[in-house]
């Protein structure tokens, strides 16, 4: 038992990246369930574990960390090997540009349509709409020449970037135009120890 904590909402996409790698490393941990879409992030007991006031954190003993790319580094690195995150320059290099696209277009564009058609945030959707499609492209094209995004293998930078194009439908986007970020979709989720956002 690694004595792991996490605080998490089943439907954050950035939440479902922790459970997902946890998962897939076949990790043991407590899950502490955390509704920010009803305030539970915004206490004065919460904030004292992330100023933020964000999901995910997690507590790995004496160790608590906040922000889903630096929580999925952490655990790459203390309890995977470098088939999740390589340790040489470019390898490591290259998995940082993806995790930059998950933060970015993938966070921006369809994270933010979703939670404006789902759970009715003031985001324009049009316009995340438009801020997503410079990332689905550069997925598409990428992946119409290679299985994965940052080596020949699964890494956190497929994690990463998996969630919100997986729920592209909830954002109001079709993967109609996209079939090799399907067939990316379809390697994620037959790799061992995929588990689905809600069991």
């Excluded at 997503?132 to 020949?152: C, I, K």
Aim: aromatic share 10%; charged share 25%; net charge negative.
């Amino acid at each position: 038992m690694t004595g792991l904590k996490l605080y998490d909402f089943d439907r954050s996409g950035n939440c479902y990246k922790i459970r997902l790698l946890l998962a897939m490393l076949g990790l043991d941990y407590e899950r502490i369930p955390t509704d920010s879409s009803v305030g539970e992030t915004q206490t004065p007991e919460f904030k004292r574990l992330n100023p933020r006031g964000q999901i995910p954190v997690l507590i790995d003993g004496e160790t608590l960390l906040w922000d889903s790319m630096a929580i999925l580094v952490y655990l790459a690195r203390r309890y995977g090997d470098e088939r999740w995150l390589a340790s040489d320059a470019l390898g490591e290099a290259r998995v940082m540009q993806w995790l930059a696209v998950s933060e970015n277009e993938l966070l921006y564009g369809l994270a933010r349509a979703r939670v404006a058609l789902r759970f009715n945030k003031p985001f324009d959707v049009e316009q995340c709409h438009r801020d997503a499609t410079p990332g689905l492209d550069t997925l598409e094209q990428h992946l119409g020449h290679n299985d994965w995004l940052a080596a020949d293998h699964l890494t956190i930078a497929d994690i990463a970037c998996y969630p919100y194009v997986t729920l592209a439908d909830e954002a109001g986007l079709s993967l109609a135009d996209y079939p090799a970020i399907r067939a990316w979709l379809q390697r994620i989720e037959a790799a061992p120890g995929w588990v689905p956002m809600v069991e």
